[in-house]
């Protein structure tokens, strides 16, 4: 698929405004619930171009300050709806260990202080504003539609709660995996949440623990009998966290453990998700435990595999072999809003980003990854309309 030179490359001054606008947006506090400042930055940028933005009900669906943002960008001369391509990026990031000041240090946007940057994904926010500037002032062959989400970190909440059949066009892609640009990635597990209560019965720990029945005991029982870590190439299992009790010197009463089963085979999550709740039974009907236990499971995102064949796919691989790559397909053991779009029938490809050790102290992203992506996002443009034609 050749599809020419129809949008213009980014200039300096949009290369400056990139990573000036990135900066802001990773200063702007917003943890999964409270995405507000952020969006309200988002919503900002585009009226200044004068650009219409949509927010939805997602923040009271999903306990956010805030809804999702959705909005179509066209070149400003252009009248009539035409075709065109999505660009989805979520506004939440992981909790902050720290406050954020980005720093350059030697080409790389980094935290000067212990903890995330939010390069997750505000590196995706801020190449797609850019990216809106772009096509406003030097046009384009094919409008952008633009997705901004909230709850990401939280299991895809608000991706989960948007009505995709609001969205005009044929395909989209979310730029949201932490590897090199090139990845594409072309599937992505099911995710299953499983928490588990235990009831035991209170008792001095030092005068009758006889007469009581521990709720800890029972769980670390079940821990200790469930599979943990990676189980193959597809499945993962984990306990993530696990709280109860009252004071040292009482048995504990209650305790309450929560586990995450993924896998790229959905049936084989299924089976470890029964396994995991077959071992928690086990455990509290162990003679020395003899608790009671509630167990709820989750099915909180479905994975997917794209069709290589895919035109999405197709788009996305011409445009990253235009911009010099070589596409790599590959797995994720995460998952991305893609997900979510994908589970409600849009068509949804996650990119690579170019960020770095994501969720941790120490995230970075380099410059020129920030002026790569957008480049890519360039090319998607031109690719789609291609396929358009």
Same mark, same amino acid.
């Given at each position: 698929?050749?599809?020419?030179?129809?949008? *213009?490359?980014? /200039?300096?001054?949009?290369?400056?405004?990139?990573?000036?606008? @990135?900066?802001?947006?990773?200063?702007?506090?917003?943890?999964?619930?409270?995405?507000?400042? #952020?969006?309200?930055?988002?919503?900002?940028?585009?009226?200044? &171009?004068?650009?219409?933005?949509?927010?939805?009900?997602?923040?009271?669906?999903?306990? *956010?300050?805030? %809804?999702?943002?959705?909005?179509?960008?066209?070149?400003?001369?252009?009248?009539?709806?035409?075709?065109?391509?999505?660009? #989805?990026?979520?506004?939440? +990031?992981?909790?902050?260990?720290?406050?954020?000041?980005?720093?350059?240090?030697?080409?790389?946007?980094?935290?000067? =202080?212990?903890?995330?940057?939010?390069?997750? =994904?505000?590196?995706?926010?801020?190449?797609?504003?850019?990216?809106?500037?772009?096509?406003?002032?030097?046009?384009?062959?094919?409008?952008?539609?633009?997705? @901004?989400?909230? /709850?990401?970190?939280?299991?895809?909440?608000?991706?989960?709660?948007?009505?995709? *059949?609001?969205?005009?066009?044929? @395909?989209?892609?979310?730029?949201?995996?932490?590897?090199?640009?090139?990845?594409?990635?072309?599937?992505?597990?099911?995710?299953?949440?499983?928490?588990?209560?235990?009831?035991?019965?209170?008792?001095?720990? /030092?005068?009758?623990?006889?007469?009581?029945?521990?709720?800890?005991?029972?769980?670390?029982?079940?821990?200790?009998?469930?599979?943990?870590?990676?189980?193959?190439?597809?499945?993962?299992?984990?306990? %993530?966290?696990?709280?109860?009790? $009252?004071?040292?010197?009482?048995?504990?009463?209650?305790?309450?453990?929560?586990?995450?089963?993924?896998?790229?085979?959905?049936?084989?999550?299924?089976?470890?998700?029964?396994?995991?709740?077959?071992?928690?039974?086990?455990?509290? =009907?162990?003679?020395? #435990?003899?608790?009671?236990?509630?167990? $709820?499971?989750?099915? +909180?995102?479905? %994975?997917?595999? &794209?069709?290589?064949?895919?035109?999405?796919?197709?788009?996305?691989?011409?445009?990253?072999?235009?911009?010099?790559?070589?596409?790599?397909?590959? *797995?994720?053991?995460?998952? $991305?809003?893609?997900?979510?779009? &994908?589970?409600?029938?849009?068509?949804?490809?996650?990119?690579? =980003?170019? +960020?770095?050790?994501?969720?941790?102290?120490?995230?970075?992203?380099?410059?020129?990854?920030?002026?790569?992506?957008?480049?890519?996002? &360039?090319?998607?443009?031109?690719?789609?309309?291609?396929?358009?034609?």
């Amino acid at each position: 698929m050749t599809a020419g030179q129809l949008v *213009s490359r980014a /200039g300096e001054l949009e290369r400056r405004y990139l990573s000036g606008t @990135f900066a802001e947006l990773c200063r702007i506090e917003s943890p999964s619930g409270r995405e507000r400042a #952020c969006a309200e930055r988002v919503i900002a940028e585009l009226r200044a &171009l004068e650009v219409q933005v949509r927010e939805d009900d997602a923040g009271a669906r999903t306990g *956010s300050d805030c %809804g999702n943002l959705h909005a179509r960008v066209g070149p400003a001369e252009a009248d009539g709806e035409r075709r065109s391509v999505l660009l #989805c990026a979520h506004l939440d +990031t992981v909790p902050l260990q720290a406050p954020v000041e980005p720093v350059l240090v030697d080409g790389h946007w980094e935290n000067a =202080n212990a903890g995330i940057l939010g390069a997750d =994904n505000k590196a995706a926010v801020a190449v797609m504003l850019t990216l809106a500037r772009h096509v406003r002032k030097a046009g384009a062959p094919i409008d952008l539609e633009l997705l @901004f989400t909230v /709850g990401e970190e939280t299991a895809l909440a608000g991706a989960r709660a948007f009505d995709a *059949s609001r969205l005009s066009s044929e @395909f989209g892609y979310v730029f949201d995996h932490a590897s090199p640009i090139g990845d594409v990635i072309m599937s992505s597990p099911s995710h299953f949440r499983v928490e588990a209560t235990f009831h035991g019965l209170a008792a001095h720990a /030092g005068i009758r623990p006889q007469d009581g029945r521990s709720a800890i005991l029972a769980a670390a029982r079940a821990i200790a009998a469930m599979p943990h870590g990676r189980l193959d190439d597809e499945t993962t299992v984990n306990v %993530g966290t696990i709280s109860g009790g $009252s004071a040292m010197n009482v048995v504990p009463e209650l305790c309450t453990l929560l586990a995450e089963v993924r896998s790229l085979d959905d049936e084989r999550a299924q089976t470890v998700v029964a396994e995991v709740v077959d071992r928690v039974h086990e455990a509290a =009907n162990l003679p020395e #435990c003899d608790c009671d236990v509630d167990v $709820s499971v989750e099915r +909180t995102f479905s %994975g997917y595999r &794209l069709a290589p064949g895919a035109p999405a796919v197709k788009v996305a691989e011409s445009a990253l072999r235009a911009r010099g790559y070589e596409p790599l397909r590959i *797995s994720s053991g995460g998952a $991305s809003d893609a997900n979510a779009l &994908l589970a409600q029938g849009f068509q949804t490809v996650n990119l690579a =980003n170019g +960020t770095e050790r994501n969720h941790e102290p120490g995230e970075r992203v380099s410059v020129a990854a920030l002026e790569e992506t957008l480049e890519v996002a &360039l090319a998607l443009l031109d690719e789609a309309a291609a396929l358009s034609r």
